[in-house]
């Protein structure tokens, strides 16, 4: 079970010391300390990746992108799209639901200074290939937040039996990657978008306008696919 991982050690010490310490502002919160798990409903044509939880923000709730500044600009974008019933998350009870969109992320455990190792993000590729086999039809597109979550994500699409283009496609902002099932004749659209973090949006790497561009994009794209499977 997900909640219940400890396979990194360096993650597991540092979640659950984060937790113990925590910050001034949230003396007073019980802090989740364990990994984080995705969020959103299971047949949602959209499927959002992340990098990890932050040590603050779902570290300490429970829930990704959730009390944090990256997921205050998520998911207030997300609702202006429709995909959120409201702009704000706070904490697992908040009544935050997702429409047709899901939200995980390559790496369960807050790692220190937002930078997982590749042996901890190999450790948990089975829980992305797993949460990806139990989306039912599946998702028609993919929206990698940052290099880190693109570079993650692909190798768990080849191995499930999608085809990439040639040369394999490079992360970009704005990327946008068609993938096709040989055999079921299925197309996933992949995109790249950088991710909302506090730094890329304070140095306007990242405008809110760039981030709704990209969602915009993918949840018409995935639309009209599942239209085209509809027929």
């Known amino acids: 079970m ?12 540092w979640r659950e010391q984060v937790g113990i310490v925590k910050r001034a502002a949230y003396r007073d919160w019980d802090y989740w300390a364990k990994p984080v798990p995705g969020f959103g409903p299971y047949d949602a044509p959209v499927l959002i990746i992340g990098l990890a939880p ?4 779902g570290n300490r709730t429970g829930r990704i992108f959730t009390g944090d500044p990256s997921g205050d600009l998520l998911y207030a974008t997300l609702h202006e799209l429709g995909a959120a ?13 997702l429409r047709g969109v899901r939200i995980t992320v ?3 455990c807050a790692p220190p200074d937002n ?26 597109a993919v929206v990698a937040l940052g290099r880190f979550a693109w570079a993650a994500t692909i190798p768990v699409l080849v191995d499930m039996g999608w085809l990439l283009p040639t ?12 993938l096709v099932d040989p055999v079921t004749d299925r197309r996933v659209h ?3 978008c950088y991710h909302p973090s506090q730094r890329n949006v304070s ?25 085209s499977h509809d027929r």
């Open 203 to 227: 140095t306007r790497t990242l405008t809110p306008a760039m981030l709704r561009e990209v969602l915009h994009r993918a949840i018409t794209v995935a639309h009209h696919t599942g239209e």
């Open 115 to 140: 930078r997982p190792t590749p042996s901890e993000r190999d450790n948990c590729r089975s829980w992305l290939t797993r949460e990806l086999q139990l989306l039912r039809p599946g998702p028609s």
């Open 85 to 97: 019933s409201q702009p704000t998350a706070t904490r697992r009870d908040d009544g935050l639901t």
């Open 2 to 13: 997900l909640v219940r991982c400890r396979a990194c050690p360096r993650l597991v010490a």
């Open 106 to 108: 390559p790496v369960h």
């Open 190 to 192: 992949l995109f790249g």
């Open 167 to 178: 040369p394999r496609p490079v992360f970009g902002h704005g990327r946008h990657v068609l």
């Open 54 to 57: 932050a040590a603050h923000g």
